[in-house]
């Protein structure tokens, strides 16, 4: 957290033993012979033709996944399941980022799925397969992003890297920190410590009398005077920017310019 890193987990390594699965429709190969006009010399080469493929696309993605991490977020803060399961039972901590900003740094490439919830697995079918113009993107979202319905209190959002492990996002994407109702002081001033001067919000979950229900309580920063984290202003080489006729007109809004990048807390020079 205070290095500003996320941990994707392999995907082999997630809790559900049903990650993953997915059935495939054989029968789908039967619409080929009426989609091709009941040719069955046309039939049977495009059958194969399109099999070969489907095996292919199932190579790939297997070989994709091997390596695939998958960091889980939620739409939801206040579960208390979520906070029994993730967060030490109520003693630990959730993060809330700015997802689109999350990614704008280091993990614009990444996938991003919206978990579906389904009381039986998914079918994979030749015809749906052969009408994608991504299969491998269509085979993610069906075997990554479906679950069965007894996780959908999760309402879960999943980064998809390419590469599992560390990843690091701009700073700035971390919003808040909720801390369970089980946690510590300790714990709270020590993240306040190593988080401070980044204008975060910091909230504490407490139960609502006579009820089930969990609701954040806002907490006092023990830092509101820190220094601004990571500020700083970089240096302008020598002779930037080059201010020719052609540009004169426009030298205000360049210096401008200059002068916002430079202090932008990742740029070095």
Known sequence: MAKSEIYATPLVNLNDPFEATAFIDHKSFELGHLLLGGSKKLYSSNAQNADARFKQ?????VSFTKGTGIYSLSKVATDELLWAYYANAHQGFCLEFDLEQMLEYKMKDEVVLEVDYSPKPPVVS???????TDPQS???KKLVGTKSL??????EIRVVVGIAGLREYDFRSLKAVYFGLRCNDRL???????LRGRGLNYYQMQLVDGSYVLEPIQLQDDYPSAPKYRARIAPVEEGVPYIDDKLRPFEKQIRTAVEMARREPYCDR
């Open 188 to 194: 709270i001033r020590l993240a306040m410590r190593l």
């Open 126 to 132: 030749i015809k749906e397969f052969l009408a994608s």
């Open 138 to 140: 269509a085979l993610l």
């Open 150 to 155: 007894r996780w959908r209190h999760e309402q």
């Open 57 to 61: 696309a199932l190579q790939e993605f």
